[in-house]
């Protein structure tokens, strides 16, 4: 199934357990910054939040703001039992410590799944796993190339594909040119973050039956382009865009009604 169909199906399924509820899941978005991008992620996220029945807050911050008066806000956050989840857009000024702030966000509620003892599963890599496995993609003994080692992409989809038993490797940008060729030539199922338009093309080798999935978003006098060149030979391919954005947002919207669930029955 295309992704943008797989979405709708999924986030149909959330709407129809969500509308039953009288105590309705709630999302807080904090934003400290005036980034175009983050405003457009936000305003997705919101506009999900909105069609699955999740109710949506913006709290929106001035951008001068102190380290310590973020870490105070998270901190009521993790204690108010309104919320049942929340997360703080990245980028953040210079004068806040992103790793300071992702720590400080409780496991529980850590809805983005950026907290090392989150008690979720991080929104892209858990995209990608669900959308492979409603493929019918196995994982069990395969070669998974992951191209990228962010905090956010690249390890947690590597960590998140050895769970699932594949045999990986993580490349990045000191991987040898050669290397990556042979590891790309071998690879069941390759995971492109790296941040460069079309990095893989057509000038790699593939196996005829690989999946590829592009998590890039690189914008070129305003079209969005992957990392991966459009049509290669392979089995499977997602598309940038209509491809991982979508299921990111997806992931959070599962994220958040699974830490509401949690809520309620603890
Ligand atoms: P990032 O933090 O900049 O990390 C990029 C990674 O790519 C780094 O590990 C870097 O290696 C590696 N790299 C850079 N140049 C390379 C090269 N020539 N060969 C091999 N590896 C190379 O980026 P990110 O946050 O992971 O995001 C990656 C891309 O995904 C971006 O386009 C971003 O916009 C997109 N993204 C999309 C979604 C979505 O929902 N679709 C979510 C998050 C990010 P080193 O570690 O050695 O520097």
Not at 134 to 157: H, W, Y
Not at 185 to 191: R, S
Request: overall charge neutral; charged content about 25%.
């Amino acid at each position: 199934m295309i992704i943008r169909e797989y979405v709708e199906q999924e986030k149909n399924k959330l709407k129809s357990l969500i509308a039953p509820l009288q105590l309705k899941p709630h999302l807080v978005i904090v934003q400290v910054n005036d980034d175009p991008g983050s405003n457009t992620y936000i305003r997705g996220k919101l506009n999900d939040a909105t069609e699955v029945g999740i109710e949506a807050e913006l709290i929106k911050l001035p951008i001068t703001i102190e380290e310590a008066e973020l870490l105070s806000l998270i901190e009521k956050l993790n204690i108010d039992p309104k919320v049942h989840g929340f997360i703080v857009q990245m980028p953040l000024p210079k004068q806040i410590n992103e790793e300071k702030v992702k720590r400080a966000v409780a496991p529980s509620k850590d809805v983005d799944g950026f907290h090392p003892d989150s008690k979720l599963v991080a929104c892209t890599p858990k995209g990608i796993v669900d959308y492979l496995t409603s493929e019918g993609v196995q994982f069990q003994g395969k070669n998974a190339l992951v191209i990228g080692r962010s905090n956010i992409v690249g390890k947690p989809t590597a960590k998140l594909l050895l769970q699932k038993n594949a045999t990986v490797t993580v490349a990045h940008s000191k991987t040898t040119s050669e290397a990556m060729r042979f590891y790309v030539a071998h690879a069941d199922i390759i995971v492109v973050a790296v941040g460069h338009k079309y990095y893989l093309d057509r000038t790699y080798t593939y196996k005829k039956d690989a999946i590829l999935v592009d998590v890039g978003i690189n914008r070129v006098d305003g079209v969005t382009y992957g990392d991966i060149e459009p049509g290669l030979p392979v089995l499977l391919q997602t598309p940038v865009p209509g491809g991982i954005g979508l299921l990111t947002r997806l992931s959070l919207m599962k994220n958040l009604y699974e830490a509401y669930q949690n809520a309620i029955s603890n």
